[in-house]
């Protein structure tokens, strides 16, 4: 069984993105029933469908599979919720781990996350300078709830 174990954090400085190349997402969701969620994904060139269960914490059940691009295209057109996500994508290695970090645009735009991937609930991670306030238990920076919820109708408030 695969399992997804990871902490979100706001980014408080972008210059960690000074000088790295991303890449550009587009996402959406298919409704589910319970909790979980039915992701589409195109990255660059690769599609993907990932299956995830509900939340529990920070850890859920998680599997993903590459798809034709063609076929990911059509999903995100004629079966998933708007508005889709879009956001740029950047990776950067700190203190043994790999974290991902989403520059979201449209609907989301000013919205900047970093997330890693831990192998337990347990696992202490070393917070990079640039990260801020740690969002992992909050729902509202779930990427299926901003679609229903957008950053730009929630982040003046």
Same mark, same amino acid.
């Given at each position: 069984?695969?399992?997804?174990?990871?902490?979100? @954090?706001?980014?408080?400085?972008?210059? /960690?993105?000074?000088?790295?190349? !991303?890449? &550009?997402?587009?996402?959406?969701?298919?409704?589910?029933?319970? %909790? $979980?969620?039915?992701?589409?994904?195109?990255? %660059?060139?690769?599609?993907?469908?990932?299956?995830? %269960?509900?939340?529990? !914490?920070?850890? #859920?059940?998680?599997?993903? @599979?590459?798809? +034709? =691009?063609?076929?990911?295209?059509?999903?995100?057109?004629? =079966? /998933?919720?708007?508005? =889709?996500?879009?956001?740029? #994508? @950047?990776?950067?290695?700190?203190? !043994?781990?790999?974290?991902?970090?989403?520059?979201?645009?449209?609907?989301?735009? %000013?919205?900047?996350?970093?997330?890693? *991937?831990?192998?337990? #609930? *347990?696992?202490?991670?070393?917070?990079?300078?640039?990260?801020?306030?740690?969002?992992? $238990?909050? +729902?509202?920076? @779930?990427? &299926?709830?901003?679609? /229903?919820?957008?950053? /730009?109708?929630?982040?003046?408030?």
């Amino acid at each position: 069984m695969a399992w997804e174990i990871e902490r979100k @954090y706001l980014v408080a400085d972008r210059s /960690c993105l000074d000088r790295l190349a !991303g890449v &550009a997402l587009r996402q959406g969701y298919i409704p589910t029933q319970d %909790g $979980g969620v039915v992701r589409v994904r195109i990255e %660059g060139e690769r599609a993907v469908l990932a299956l995830k %269960g509900a939340t529990s !914490g920070i850890t #859920r059940r998680e599997y993903e @599979y590459e798809i +034709p =691009l063609q076929d990911a295209e059509s999903i995100l057109t004629t =079966l /998933c919720q708007r508005p =889709l996500i879009e956001k740029t #994508r @950047y990776t950067l290695p700190w203190a !043994g781990k790999v974290w991902t970090i989403d520059v979201f645009a449209g609907e989301n735009e %000013g919205l900047v996350l970093a997330e890693v *991937e831990l192998s337990s #609930r *347990e696992e202490v991670v070393e917070k990079p300078p640039w990260t801020g306030v740690e969002v992992s $238990g909050d +729902p509202r920076y @779930y990427n &299926a709830n901003l679609v /229903c919820h957008p950053y /730009c109708k929630w982040r003046d408030s």
